[in-house]
């Protein structure tokens, strides 16, 4: 390894997709839109977790703080990619560059870590319901969360404080839309072949890890449901078929990103995309799968539109009567809620 020195080199040109000329606009658009969707759909959940008592469960407080970690997410390398489209030139600094790395990475294990959490929970809930209220009390919780963001920066610090330590001489231009491990590696001076296996045996590690803890809960799920009546089945499987989907829907792009830049007819740019559409993808369909798939958390949307509703009706004392009037018949009374809860 090379010794430690300081750098020549005082920024990054993160060429992104320049190459594909006017067509970056569509992709801006295209990515502008996703990314105000993320933003407003974990916002949304955010929010509702945090305002609504009947969402106190364990499950919504590791949706909660999933949803935080997708916004980070998203918000390291979105925004500075959109950038990229309007710039001719898109530069980072090189302490900027690093941080960039670091957080993509931290994140990005973390939301594997919070999704085993979750598997965890589900686990409990359906093979030990009677004693889920003692097991998954707040400490443990907790400490679940912590759990998952220690073992986010035990992934994430070898390989930045590699990339780090080493010394770029040039060229200063990274092939990615943003600090990618990988592409900025590309530009050390000196042998990277221990930092490409550091880097490689802690993704394993952190893919290997959750993906093996997740995929005992649902063998234990799978053997505890098999057993169980039709009625029993349906329920059972709904309370984590979201959940599912999620995890299903987040290993098998990772897999096929990791296929994708393995293959060599893969143009530059292609792979560039494939992998933006994987950053981007999870934090997108997140709010969306739980939205459509988790009852209580469509009522609890419903519930905070008729609090909205209300709220902006008392001022108007006017027509406080026939407001009045059309929310009872559009927003259900709190019996009602509690029937559909």
């Given at each position: 390894?090379n010794?430690?020195?300081?750098?020549?080199?005082?920024?990054?040109?993160?060429?992104?997709?320049?190459s594909?000329?006017?067509?970056?606009?569509?992709?801006?658009?295209?990515?502008?839109?996703a990314?105000?969707?993320?933003?407003?759909?974990?916002?949304?959940?955010?929010?509702?977790?945090?305002?609504?008592?009947?969402?106190?469960?364990?499950?919504?407080?590791?949706?909660?703080?999933?949803?935080?970690?997708?916004?980070?997410?998203?918000?390291?390398?979105?925004?500075?990619?959109?950038?990229?489209?309007?710039?001719?030139?898109?530069?980072?600094?090189?302490?900027?560059?690093?941080?960039?790395?670091?957080?993509?990475?931290?994140?990005?294990?973390?939301?594997?870590?919070?999704?085993?959490?979750?598997?965890?929970?589900?686990?409990?809930?359906?093979?030990?319901?009677?004693r889920?209220?003692?097991?998954?009390?707040?400490?443990?919780?907790?400490?679940?969360?912590?759990?998952?963001?220690?073992?986010?920066?035990?992934?994430?610090?070898?390989?930045?404080?590699?990339?780090?330590?080493?010394?770029?001489?040039?060229?200063?231009v990274?092939?990615?839309?943003?600090c990618?491990?990988?592409?900025?590696?590309?530009?050390?001076?000196?042998?990277?072949?221990?930092?490409?296996?550091?880097?490689?045996?802690?993704?394993?590690?952190?893919?290997?890890?959750t993906?093996?803890?997740?995929?005992?809960?649902?063998?234990?799920?799978?053997?505890?449901?098999?057993?169980?009546?039709?009625?029993?089945?349906?329920?059972?499987?709904?309370?984590?078929?979201?959940?599912?989907?999620?995890?299903?829907?987040?290993?098998?792009?990772?897999?096929?990103?990791?296929?994708?830049?393995?293959?060599?007819?893969?143009?530059?740019?292609?792979?560039?995309?494939?992998?933006?559409?994987?950053?981007?993808?999870t934090?997108?369909?997140?709010?969306?799968?739980?939205?459509?798939?988790?009852?209580?958390?469509?009522?609890?949307?419903?519930?905070?539109?008729?609090?909205?509703?209300?709220?902006?009706?008392?001022?108007?004392?006017?027509?406080?009567?026939?407001?009045?009037?059309?929310?009872?018949t559009?927003?259900?009374?709190s019996?009602?809620f509690?029937?559909?809860?």
């Amino acid at each position: 390894m090379n010794s430690t020195q300081s750098s020549p080199i005082a920024f990054f040109i993160i060429q992104g997709l320049a190459s594909l000329g006017e067509k970056k606009m569509v992709l801006f658009i295209i990515f502008l839109l996703a990314y105000t969707v993320i933003l407003g759909g974990n916002i949304m959940i955010i929010y509702l977790v945090r305002t609504d008592p009947k969402l106190g469960s364990p499950m919504y407080f590791f949706l909660h703080n999933l949803s935080i970690v997708d916004m980070i997410y998203t918000t390291v390398t979105i925004p500075n990619m959109l950038s990229g489209f309007l710039t001719e030139v898109k530069t980072v600094s090189v302490p900027g560059c690093f941080l960039q790395m670091y957080c993509f990475i931290h994140m990005s294990v973390t939301g594997r870590a919070l999704l085993t959490a979750m598997a965890y929970d589900r686990y409990v809930a359906i093979c030990n319901p009677l004693r889920y209220a003692a097991v998954m009390t707040r400490p443990v919780c907790l400490l679940l969360i912590i759990g998952a963001w220690t073992f986010g920066a035990i992934c994430t610090f070898p390989n930045t404080s590699m990339a780090v330590q080493r010394s770029y001489c040039g060229p200063n231009v990274v092939r990615h839309c943003w600090c990618d491990p990988s592409s900025v590696r590309l530009l050390v001076c000196g042998d990277t072949q221990v930092d490409s296996i550091v880097s490689l045996s802690f993704a394993l590690i952190a893919l290997l890890t959750t993906g093996v803890l997740i995929l005992t809960s649902y063998i234990l799920i799978g053997v505890k449901i098999a057993k169980m009546g039709a009625a029993e089945r349906l329920k059972a499987f709904s309370t984590c078929a979201a959940h599912l989907t999620v995890v299903s829907i987040s290993y098998s792009s990772a897999s096929f990103v990791y296929i994708s830049y393995r293959v060599g007819n893969f143009s530059p740019e292609v792979r560039i995309i494939v992998s933006v559409l994987y950053s981007a993808l999870t934090p997108f369909l997140n709010p969306m799968i739980y939205s459509l798939r988790n009852k209580e958390l469509r009522v609890a949307i419903k519930r905070a539109f008729c609090r909205h509703r209300r709220l902006t009706a008392e001022p108007q004392n006017t027509q406080h009567t026939v407001l009045t009037a059309k929310h009872s018949t559009h927003c259900p009374d709190s019996k009602t809620f509690n029937t559909l809860s």
